[in-house]
């Protein structure tokens, strides 16, 4: 199995940058996919971005040229730069692992990000 733990949310002002980090442990062998996914009240969770044991890359119409995806293999970990941030990516934001050969969804706890002034 695979636990994923993540950090970095908090309370930043718009147009600030943030940077969320996911470490995965277990049995990261499995690991197929590593994302962000973000939810608000009321609504489903969203794709952020994710990114493939590859190295390719997907995003969200709405973070696309402001948050980057990245990973340290050697540390088996997931970051999300986000930049320019707005008010509207106020959300809890959920790592994402996806671990084969069956697609399996593992979910960390989830960090909140609040853009406010």
């Known amino acids: 199995q695979v636990q994923l733990v993540e950090s970095g949310g908090g309370l930043v002002q718009p147009g600030g940058s943030l940077r969320l980090s996911c470490e995965a442990s277990g049995s990261i062998f499995s690991i197929v996919f590593m994302g962000w996914y973000r939810q608000t009240p009321g609504k489903q969770r969203e794709l952020v971005a994710r990114?493939?044991?590859?190295?390719?890359?997907n995003y969200g119409d709405y973070v696309k040229g402001r948050f980057t995806i990245s990973r340290d293999n050697g540390k088996n970990t997931v970051y999300l730069q986000m930049s320019s941030l707005k008010p509207e990516d106020t959300a809890v934001y959920y790592c994402?692992?996806?671990?084969?050969?069956?697609?399996?969804?593992?979910w960390g706890q989830g960090t909140q990000v609040t853009v406010s002034s």
């Open positions: 990114i493939s044991s590859g190295g390719s890359t």
């Open positions: 994402n692992a996806v671990t084969g050969p069956i697609a399996v969804n593992v």
